[in-house]
């Protein structure tokens, strides 16, 4: 069993090290900003106090969503934001993707796998999907943001 971790871990930081140090950073970025969403309750949802916009999350089916709704305007449609961040019980490694919908639209942890490979496939041919690394730390800088103001006082 010892010799079979050994080699399993010695093949994960082998594939890191191929991957490269971009990649790596890209995963530390995401691991944080799963870490900073994870503690948000899945019944609240909190107002950026800079942007007027709405953070949720969603739990289901083993997936761990940041969901960013525009600020309210009666106006128009709301659009929707949702950041899969975890697949099961570790965060997605890069690269992290962003789905844009319409406030109705059912969330992504409910589609079925030809549509997750659909969704893929579409970002692979255009890359308009995938959210930059200033994009995952100013998400980061914007839950903490968010998070200290409405749940600070509830973790004490």
């Not at 090290?17 to 900003?33: P, T």
């Not at 609240?44 to 949720?56: F, H, K, N, R």
């Not at 943001?145 to 749940?151: G, I």
Request: without cysteine.
């Amino acid at each position: 069993m010892a010799r079979a971790l050994a080699v399993l871990g010695g093949a994960g930081l082998v594939a890191d090290v191929r991957r490269g140090r971009d990649w790596h950073e890209q995963d530390v970025l995401i691991r944080k900003l799963w870490a900073a969403v994870k503690h948000i309750p899945s019944d609240y949802v909190l107002a950026d106090p800079e942007t007027g916009e709405l953070l949720s999350v969603e739990r289901e089916r083993g997936w761990l969503t940041l969901v960013i709704t525009d600020p309210p305007d009666p106006s128009g449609p709301a659009l929707v934001t949702r950041y899969t961040l975890r697949a099961w019980a570790a965060p997605v490694p890069p690269p992290l993707f962003r789905h844009l919908a319409g406030l109705d639209d059912i969330p992504s942890a409910r589609w079925r796998l030809r549509q997750k490979a659909w969704l893929a496939h579409v970002n692979e041919q255009t890359g308009a999907l995938k959210v930059t690394w200033a994009e995952v730390a100013a998400l980061i800088e914007q839950v903490g943001r968010t998070s200290a103001l409405h749940l600070g006082s509830r973790r004490r």
